[in-house]
Every structure is written in structure tokens, then in C-alpha cells.
């Protein structure tokens, strides 16, 4: 909303419905619970609070200035039972989705490449894996508030944005907690990708990043493997497969 007029009018229809209005809060990103088929809200508060809101639908009104800004806060989160834990997820309970177990290992996977052959992945040939896999706690709801809302628990970064903690917590929450919010962030070292304009790159476009040029992993100009090639290209080219199907999870391509 743009205009003062265009704000006042909105706001004195919100009010003749009788329409109960969250104030001094952004809408900062969406988390989906894919078990319960249920979608949240992620609202901020000025003094940097968050919680979740559930909600029948989110429409997005994308303009060229949300998707072409360099650094994208506006992003996914997956609700995740409170039991999965790295010890959990390292050793494919059923308490962590399947998604997050694949792509915790395929993250292990790309490390082990890097170790074995002494060289560090060409970052543009990944999309999610290169990526830090974080987690908030969303805790027991107040029933004493009008609202059914679940307040956000995230490491404290004074000054900063809410970001959450990396990786997945390394015990059970216990009863003050309902469940995990899990997403994914770039680190501090790198630009960040803009997610809310981005869509998944194909299986062969990762494959050229990967052989464009020596990096010490696959020689430059390697085609790309089929069943007859050798293990190690073919363990290559199903982390790339991982990491867009990882890719797949986060990404609101909306150019």
C-alpha cells in the first residue's frame, strides 16, 4: 500500500468487518507443514519477535523491486517434528522428513568429495547444498491470548535479523515447544541468493559450472555421465541431482 488514501481505506473496511488486525508486524516468510497440509505466516515484530500465524492462503504481489534486490529476507520454512535431531537425522530416523535426511547427506557428500580430492566445490554448480540448514522452535501456544499464534525462539543476534540456529538442535525440545521451523541460509561469507526470483537450475546447466573449467573434481569438458560411466562421476552427478531436488524445496521462481 502506497498511499495514505489508499491505507485509511483499507483500514476502515478492516474495521467495519470487524476483521482483528496484528499491527506493527512484517510478513517476513511462509512455513508449510506438509504432514498436516497446513501454512503459516512468519510475522516480525519491530522489536524483532517472531511467531507464527496459521492461515488459510498468501497471496504474493511480486514487484520489480522484491525481485531484483540482491539480498532476499522474505523466505520458506518447513515445520518439523521437535524429536529430529542431528543425531536423529544422521541416522534416517522417522522422526525427520525425508527431504531433510537427503539433503543432510547429500551436504556430507559434497564435503567428503571436497576432502577426498583436496579442492573446494565450485559453488555455482550447487544451489541448496552449499547452503546452512537452520532451525527455529515454535513453542507451545498461549491459551490465554485471543490469538493462535506460536511465538519463534531463535539465537539471540543483537542488533541483527532473526536468523535461527544452524543446523538441527542436538537434543529433544521438550513439552515448551511444538515443533521445528527448518530453512536454509547462505553464509556469511557469500552473496545471498535471491530466492523469491530464482527457479532451479536444470541437471545439465549444473554440470557445465561443474566442467567449465579445471577445479580439480571433474576434468574440464567431461560429458555428462550415463549408467556406463565410471562410479565417481556417476556419485558426481547424483549430488547435483540432490541438490535440485533440495533446490525444489526453497525456491518461489516468480520472475
Not at 133 to 156: C, S
Request: with cysteine; glycine share 6%.
Amino acid at each position: 500500500i502506497r498511499t495514505k488514501c489508499l491505507e485509511n481505506a483499507l483500514w476502515n473496511k478492516v474495521k467495519a468487518n470487524n476483521i482483528q488486525v496484528m499491527s506493527l508486524t512484517e510478513f517476513v516468510g511462509m512455513a508449510i507443514d506438509e504432514k498436516e497440509m497446513k501454512h503459516y505466516a512468519v510475522l516480525r515484530t519491530f522489536k524483532k519477535e517472531e511467531f507464527i500465524l496459521e492461515v488459510d492462503g498468501i497471496l504474493l504481489a511480486v514487484g520489480s523491486s522484491v525481485i531484483n534486490q540482491d539480498k532476499q529476507e522474505f523466505r520458506k520454512w518447513y515445520v518439523v517434528n521437535k524429536a529430529c535431531t542431528a543425531d536423529k537425522l544422521i541416522a534416517e530416523s522417522k522422526d525427520c522428513p525425508e527431504w531433510l535426511i537427503k539433503a543432510g547427506a547429500n551436504q556430507n557428500a559434497v564435503k567428503a568429495k571436497e576432502q577426498k580430492k583436496g579442492k573446494q566445490w565450485p559453488q555455482k554448480s550447487l544451489e541448496a547444498s552449499d547452503m546452512k540448514i537452520m532451525h527455529k522452535k515454535a513453542k507451545t501456544p498461549n491459551a490465554t491470548t485471543g490469538w493462535k499464534h506460536q511465538a519463534l525462539v531463535y539465537e539471540d543476534r543483537t542488533g541483527g535479523v532473526p536468523k535461527g540456529w544452524e543446523g538441527l538442535p542436538s537434543s529433544d525440545l521438550g513439552e515448551e515447544y511444538t515443533s521445528l521451523l527448518v530453512g536454509i541460509r547462505d553464509g556469511e561469507n557469500q552473496a545471498c541468493k535471491n530466492w523469491m526470483r530464482k527457479g532451479a537450475h536444470t541437471l545439465e546447466h549444473k554440470w557445465k559450472e561443474l566442467t567449465n573449467r579445471e577445479h580439480g573434481l571433474v576434468e574440464p569438458g567431461t560429458p555428462l555421465p550415463d549408467d556406463s560411466a565410471s562410479n565417481e562421476l556417476k556419485s558426481i552427478r547424483r549430488i547435483l541431482e540432490r541438490d535440485s531436488e533440495f533446490t525444489k524445496k526453497f525456491v518461489w521462481n516468480l520472475e
